[in-house]
T-cell receptor, first 113, second 113 residues
Framework: IAGITQAPTSQILAAGRRMTLRCTQD?????MYWYRQDLGLGLRLIHY???????GKGEVPDGYSVSRANTDDFPLTLASAVPSQTSVYFC????????????FGQGTRLTVV | GENVEQHPSTLSVQEGDSAVIKCTYS??????FPWYKQELGKGPQLIID?????GEKKDQRIAVTLNKTAKHFSLHITETQPEDSAVYFC????????????FGTGTRLTVIP
């Protein structure tokens, strides 16, 4: 069982460029999430999706967009990257409101220069 | 929104000693408190959680205590081993599911053999 797969593992991106971080889960979880992890700030929620077809904003949504066309995939898009978006991005999933454990991917290290 | 503070930011213990990490939260409505362990290059992984209807929960060498009145909760690791070395995050939520998780800033635990 793969769990959650994120791609790419790392990326260096020029400022102003568009970038999509990919996330796929094979656990048939209803809920999926995107977090960013910055030194000294812990993990902060960017966007979430409680079920396919719905999305919501987290704590730090500005500059990011998401879509949830099906259960398995939850891509995160940076429309025009800025250096402050340099971070490690984690995708996570959970069965939904009734199940509390969140399963995290390995992360994508993004550097915007 | 919820504010979770975590201390200490770094902790070094001798193998076999105990380690304690403490967190406080601000929102009295929070009722779910998980702890995640993050090893180098990996995503966070749930190690234990506690809900507001109990004061203590134990799983082998790890335990979590919750004081709702004081709004703080703690992770206790006994008989520490080198493989316990990692970054630990506490979190708080008002409902089940990870879309409302607020994380602390993390504690880097080093167990010295």
């Amino acid at each position: 069982i793969a769990g959650i797969t994120q791609a790419p593992t790392s990326q260096i991106l020029a400022a102003g460029r568009r970038m999509t971080l990919r996330c796929t889960q094979d656990m048939r979880h209803n809920a999926m999430y995107w977090y960013r992890q910055d030194l000294g700030l812990g993990l902060r929620l960017i966007h979430y999706s409680n079920t396919a077809g719905t999305t919501g904003k987290g704590e730090v949504p500005d500059g990011y967009s998401v879509s949830r066309a099906n259960t398995d995939d939850f891509p995160l898009t940076l429309a025009s990257a800025v250096p402050s978006q340099t971070s490690v991005y984690f995708c996570a999933s959970s069965e939904g409101q009734a199940n509390t454990e969140a399963f995290f991917g390995q992360g994508t290290r993004l550097t915007v220069v | 929104g919820e504010n979770v503070e975590q201390h200490p930011s770094t902790l070094s213990v001798q193998e076999g000693d105990s380690a304690v990490i403490k967190c406080t939260y601000s929102d009295s409505a929070s009722n779910y408190f998980p702890w995640y362990k993050q090893e180098l290059g990996k995503g966070p992984q749930l190690i234990i959680d506690i809900r507001s209807n109990v004061g203590e929960k134990k799983d082998q060498r790890i335990a979590v205590t919750l004081n709702k009145t004081a709004k703080h909760f703690s992770l206790h690791i006994t008989e520490t081993q080198p493989e316990d070395s990692a970054v630990y995050f506490c979190a708080a939520s008002k409902q089940t599911g990870a879309n409302n998780l607020f994380f602390g800033t993390g504690t880097r635990l080093t167990v010295i053999p």
